[in-house]
């Protein structure tokens, strides 16, 4: 982009009336908004609406931005709250609510793990991704917003609580019960817990195939 | 690395790990950057322009009124054409006019799915008009783009459009066939581009092909009575 501006220069830029900043703050933050908008909404189509719901919001209010917390803080707390409203009041259908980016994770792979080279895994972990986030989207809201932050995106609780407009013990409680409940919806994820999945050890053996009737002509009536 | 004041349990640990597992790196998709660029366009030039996103099930409903009223349009209209003109005068400026001149219009011409031809035939041709036949049936005989596979099913739409590509085809409003779209689907502000109605996960919509730029067009679909967008591809010029 090569604007060596700071973030909130180009808020203030943007205020006085410069056509360019907003666009340019914007598309620095915009793959890490994307992300949150994302797993928020659970599916692109959503994502998008949000996301272009909460750039419009923060583009109008940009002059309410007192410089309080930073920029970037400023700008995901539009477009969670541009999120949480739209989930509320659409009454977005998260349980629906699959990831359908599935495709373009593999080749990118993630941040916490490399990408397993055997298709097996891959598809594994990507069974596995699509659980986590069909649970996700099974909490509630607030709690989702909260891990979303915290556990995906790894802000500091303290950033999350401005981000949220909330104190910091309720960000920690969002967290706590909504790992609780994820936990208990991913009970068949942990190992060893799938319910389909066979006991470790030997199968135990097969009734014979051979008939147990003894061969031979019948009996004599 | 854990934020809570009470130690995490190790499902809760294990939560943990799970989700950042699954967390999004990917850029923002370029179909969305182009949508957010043209918002961004409107709110920095045109700030009056640009309006919220709607609501995509009420704008739904809306469009299926729309298409209602738009079918109860057409089929006055077309009447009124044969009150005026039993004989089918070249002169009228009649829907049923504009469906004529896109029977002439070779280049431009609307697949036998279009919503006005439904039976195959243009509302301007001879022949009985359904006088009853609901939206939802039009959606029916559109082209169909899954939300899955929009860029493969846009592709194949461009495909069976065929034509010219010379910069006039991609001018606004002219060509049979986007005149016959806007009458169909509700004339929007699609801006310019040859457009084809189709159907977008069962809502009539219009699909805006841009004019190729280097070896790249982009295609925008619009749901009917709307201006805003609801997607958008970049596609291998033709």
Redesign the interface.
């Known amino acids: 982009m090569g604007d060596d501006r700071s973030d909130a220069e180009l808020l203030e830029a943007h205020v006085q009336g410069d ?2 900043a ?2 340019v703050l ?1 598309a620095r933050h ?2 890490r908004l ?2 949150v908008a ?2 928020t909404m659970g599916n ?2 959503d ?3 949000a ?3 909460g ?2 919001a923060a ?2 209010r940009a002059g309410s931005f007192r410089g309080e917390a930073a920029v970037t803080t400023w700008l995901h707390r539009v477009v969670v709250n541009a999120c949480l409203d ?1 989930i509320r ?2 009454k977005v259908r998260r349980a629906e609510a699959l ?3 599935l495709d ?2 593999r080749d ?6 490399s990408a397993p080279a055997d298709p097996a895994d891959r598809a594994l ?1 990507d069974e ?2 699509r659980q ?2 069909a649970a ?1 989207g099974r909490i509630p809201t607030d709690q989702r917003a909260a ?1 979303v932050l ?5 802000y ?2 303290a950033q999350v609580a401005e981000m949220l407009d909330c104190a910091v013990g309720t ?2 409680s969002r ?2 019960r909504g ?2 409940r ?2 208990e919806l ?1 009970d068949t ?2 190992p060893g817990r799938e319910a389909d999945h066979p006991s470790p050890g030997n199968p135990a053996p097969s009734p014979p195939v051979r008939s147990t009737h003894p061969r031979g002509p019948p009996e004599p009536a | 690395m854990s934020d809570s004041d009470q130690p995490l349990t190790p499902e809760e640990e294990e939560v943990r790990r799970l989700l950042a597992e699954a967390r999004h790196t990917g850029p923002t998709p370029p179909e969305v950057v182009a949508r957010l660029d043209r918002v961004l366009d409107d709110l920095a030039h045109e700030p009056d322009r640009a309006a919220p996103v709607v609501d995509l099930a009420r704008r739904r409903r809306r469009v299926a009124s729309l298409l209602v009223a738009a079918a109860a349009v057409v089929v006055v209209g077309i009447g009124v054409a044969q009150i005026v003109s039993p004989d089918a005068g070249s002169d009228s400026l009649t829907a049923g006019s504009a469906a004529s001149e896109a029977q002439d219009d070779g280049q431009d011409s609307v697949q036998p799915k279009s919503p006005f031809s439904a039976n195959g035939a243009n509302p301007g041709e001879a022949g009985p008009i359904p006088q009853s036949a609901p939206a939802q049936d039009k959606a029916e005989h559109l082209q169909k783009l899954r939300r899955q596979h929009l860029a493969n099913d846009i592709t194949v739409t461009r495909g069976e459009l065929g034509g010219r590509n010379s910069a006039d085809a991609y001018s606004s409003g002219k060509g049979s066939a986007n005149r016959a779209a806007g009458a169909a689907c509700g004339a929007g502000q699609w801006g310019r581009g040859r457009f084809v109605p189709v159907s977008f996960g069962g809502t009539p919509a219009v699909v805006v092909f841009r004019r190729p730029v280097g070896d790249t067009q982009v295609a925008d679909v619009f749901l009917c009575g709307s201006s805003e967008p609801v997607r958008s591809v970049t596609l291998p010029a033709p």
């Open positions: 056509t360019d907003f666009g914007f915009r793959d994307w992300a994302l797993r692109p189509e994502a998008a609406d996301l272009q719901d750039l419009i583009f109008r739209r009041a659409a990831p359908d980016d373009s994770h990118r792979g993630s941040l916490a793990t972990d596995r991704r986590v986030l996700l891990l915290v556990d995906m995106e790894g500091p609780v960000v920690k967290c706590s790992r609780v994820l936990a991913l994820l942990a």
